[in-house]
Each structure stands twice: as structure tokens, then as C-alpha cells.
């Protein structure tokens, strides 16, 4: 598994990058707008993932795959989409933690064996994977990837169960990780999850449509019904017999990832009965319990810290304004060629409003610090705006450990609060103070059906990866 990333501008973002989004469709009849659906599904998913694209669609005895890298809107026209009909389409969005950013590890995946085609479509990261895939290429089996994805699909491959699901089941018994993904073989769709549960899954219909995908803002902008979340461990098969759902291992304890609520997820999304917004409007109210701070505005770090600064303004009375403005029209940022013009890139996505700020002794509330670069910048353009104070706020504890579950984060060495104290934070990045939400406010503010969750990047309590494993993370 490939761990070295192509695209160096990565390593100037500051925040944690969710791997992809996917999204699975079953129709019991021959759909000409089934790609059409897939489309704007993945359109609603696009943040999780810009650098790929993907739609494979099952149709007149055969599959048919698209994918290229960029945004789903660049990837994909009218005139493609229309030449993509059938009974069941996969999709996908990658932002790559495994694997370099090119097209070879675009998916979904399409692979042709004994046992017929299967397109498969993954999202989090197998901790087993350099294992599986040595003992696979010992038995003849060739990679033309960095992907997990095509380790599970050589596994099926090389299953000694002859019936498909059989041997998609054989496979995932013996793959240890995080990961949700959706399988298409020539009749039916699969979807399942780990059995820590990890990564998000859910389950709609529209009409006659079954549609499983990371997140249910995919099913609102189809209009379609959210039915219910994929359980840890589970394993669901639609097809012209309907919908079966089975346990297809041993469910292991609640570690679905914190940062799916803090950061990742849409704040439109629904995660097992719990509303993403209403979640981080929470974390607002109880940080600024924590925090007890005076001050003349609060202002979010756009767009990310919006939902946790209303609650904070509701719980402590201080008035909220939109004091910086974000550049929606602007995408990833290029390489840059200097330092000079590298420092501007924060000012090519944020413009504070002197107007607003000037005087005043403002908190900047944003849901995370893993570097410390972007928050140091932010907070030297609202003082060159004129404010008396500048605080800043996060809904989140401190990022103190990598994540090997699917998530782009920096090694333990490269992140700001493994190395620092808070007040050695507050001065690194030029705050006149610094609080953080405890891990207690956190886990309070989010009201779901499920008993734990993945604290690992926050506490280093790793549920699944052993010290072996992770020293070659250091």
C-alpha cells in the first residue's frame, strides 16, 4: 500500500481529509436515468472527495464504467450520462489516503474472473492490506493499483467459494479495517460495513430504487427516503428477490469515527437519528460553557466552524457575525512555486471584514487545528483588520494521533497539538488564548441510537491497530 502522497499540495491543507463517498443503485427494471440519479448523488457527496470521479452502470448484459480525475461536474456531461442506462449503478468520489492521486486509482473498479464481473466502489483503509496483497501476488494474482479496493476484489477472485456473494463474504472475514463499500455483481448490489463500524453507510428508496450510499444528503437530492443505517458488521444483497440483510461477521464494539460529526459529514446529513448541524450547534453550546470568555463578537472560521458558532453565540450571548467571507468560486488551490505566494493562498479563500472587526475583541470559533498553518494566518488577517483581541475556539479536543482508518492525516510529529501544550499553541499561532471542547462536551453534544465511538486522533485509543501496526505510521 502506497502511503507517499502525489500531490504535495496536500501537505499545506490543514485540516483532515475524509477518503471518498459512495453510492449504489438498484432499480428492478431497466432505468435510462440510473447514471443521471448516481450523478447527482455523487454531486451531493463531492465533499468527500475531489480528485476522482467515477460511475459504473450494469445494463443489457454488460457493465459500463466511467471515471476520471476531477470534480464530478468536469468528469461528467449529458451526452455521457446518457449513453450510461441500466438496472444498477455504482458511483464514487475519491480524495486518496492509500494510493497516489492518479487515474489508475480512480474507482469504481471493474475486474472480470471465473466467478463473472464485479465493479466494486470502497471508502477507509485496510490495516491488513500489504499482508493480504503479498500472499496474493504469491498465488499469481496482478495488481494494477495502490488500492484496498483491489485487494478485496483479487480476494473474491481467488475465493474457493464458487457463488459470488459467498465468496464476497469469504473475502471480507478476512480483510481487518475501516471500510463501507458497495459491490455490483452482474444481478444483484451489495453494500456492507466493518464490523466496527467505522465509516457511515445508509439505505434509501425512491420509487422502486434501493440506493445505499456514505451519506443521506445523497438521498435528498433525489428526492428519495432514508430507510436506515447499514449496522456494523451487516451485509445487505438487493435484487429481483428484494432486499435481504445478514451478519456476515461477529460485530465488534462502536467505533464509528467523532470526526464524521465534527467535520466530515454535510451538515444536512442524518448519522444514526442524529442531524450533523444540530450536532455542532451542540458542541458550540457546550465549548462556550467551557470556555467562559468575554468578548464583543463571535465569528466562524467559514465554512467549517459555522454550525458550532451559532450554538456558541446562543449559550453565551455573544453576538455572531460572518466576519470573514469565503471565496465559494475557489476549488483546491495550485501548487504554488514560492513561500510568497504560497502565504496567500489563505487570503485567495478568506477575506476578513475590517468593518465588522475592527475594535472589537473577537473569538474565532473553527472545528479543528491539526497543523496550526491556516489558524496562524486567519488570525493575523482579523488583527490586521483592527480587532482589539482575537480568541480562538475549537469544537473538537486537541488532534493529537494519526488516523489509520481512512482519514488524511498528518504523522504524530507533523501535528501541532502531539507536540505542544494549549498555551504553547495560543502563542504559536498568535492568539491572545486558545480553548478547546473536552472530549466529555464532545461525546455529549451528539445524540445517536449507537453506544461508541473512533476517539483515536483525539486520545490515541486505537480500537482496531495493534503497536505493530502502528509504528509504520510514525
Known sequence: MDREYSNSNRRLEDKMEEECGIIGIY???????????????????QHRGQESAGICVRGEDRFKTYKDMGFVTNVFDEERLAKMSGQMSLG?????????????????????SAKGELALAHNGNLVNSD??????????AIFHSNLDTEVIAHLVAHS?????IEAFTHSLQQVKGAYSIIVLTEDS????????????????KLGEHYIVASETCAFDIVGAELIRDLQPGEMVVINEEGIQSNYYCERKPDSFCVFEFIYFARPDSVIEGQNVHLARRAMGRHLAREMEIEADLIIPVPSSGISAALGFAEESGIP?????LRNKYVGRTFIQPTQEIRD??????????????EDKRVVLLDDSIVRGTTSKQIIRMVREMG????????????VTDPCYYGVDTSRRQELIAAQYSVEEIAEHIGADSLAYLSQEGLLNSINTTRNGFCTACLNGDYPLVGESDKFAFE
Do not use: W
Not at 496567500?344 to 472587526?357: A, G, M, S, W
Open 320 to 324: 455572531y457575525e460572518q466576519g470573514i
Open 387 to 398: 480587532a482589539q483581541e482575537v480568541h480562538m475556539a475549537i469544537s473538537s479536543p486537541p
Open 92 to 112: 464514487h468520489v475519491r480524495y486518496s489516503t492509500t494510493g497516489s492521486s492518479k487515474l489508475v486509482n480512480a474507482q469504481p473498479l471493474l475486474i472480470n
Open 160 to 164: 474457493f467459494k464458487d457463488d459470488i
Open 189 to 204: 448490489l451489495i453494500a456492507a460495513r466493518d464490523p466496527y463500524g467505522f465509516r457511515p453507510l445508509s439505505i434509501g
Open 27 to 45: 432499480s428492478p427494471e431497466h432505468t435510462k436515468n440510473i447514471a443521471d440519479l448516481t450523478y447527482l448523488g455523487l454531486h451531493a457527496l
Open 131 to 140: 499482508e493480504i496483497r503479498c500472499n496474493l501476488e504469491k498465488q499469481g
Open 344 to 357: 496567500l493562498k489563505v487570503r485567495i479563500k478568506l477575506n476578513p471584514i475590517q468593518e465588522i472587526i
